[in-house]
């Protein structure tokens, strides 16, 4: 019914900038908050980023300053600059979305497929 698809991720040398993108698509009536998540191996996934519908943003203390989360509401997909990468920020990453769906009145989270994205020193 509501799908998210995650683009953008690949290889970076430490130093280096990566811009992931997830939209949106499906029955959709209006999209809430918009997160970026990420998942190392052998690590519980963590949130990363976090969006409003109005625009309001809040970052994991370990991205603060480096990344920067946006989303555009006319495609419904949100994006993930990541700037000054490191290699600690290897992992898979996961856009969720709360999306209430057409002729509903309640939210629903859905997932992307996750995009990996590696950082080499």
């Known amino acids: 019914q509501v799908q998210l698809v995650e683009s953008g991720g690949g290889l970076v040398q430490a130093g280096g900038s990566l811009r992931l993108s997830c939209a949106a698509s499906?029955?959709?009536?209006?999209?809430?908050?918009m997160r970026w998540y990420r998942q190392a191996p052998g690590q519980q996934r963590e949130l990363v980023a976090a969006?409003?519908?109005?625009?309001?943003?809040n970052y994991a203390d370990s991205v603060k300053g480096r990344f920067t989360i946006s989303r555009d509401n006319a495609k419904n997909t949100v994006y993930l600059q990541m700037n000054s990468l490191k290699p600690e920020d290897t992992a898979v990453y996961y856009c969720?979305?709360?999306?209430?769906?057409?002729?509903?009145?309640?939210?629903?989270?859905?997932w992307g497929q996750g995009t990996q994205v590696t950082v080499s020193s």
């Open positions: 969720n979305a709360g999306v209430v769906v057409a002729l509903s009145r309640h939210e629903y989270l859905y």
């Open positions: 499906g029955s959709i009536r209006s999209i809430n908050a």
């Open positions: 969006i409003g519908s109005g625009g309001y943003t």
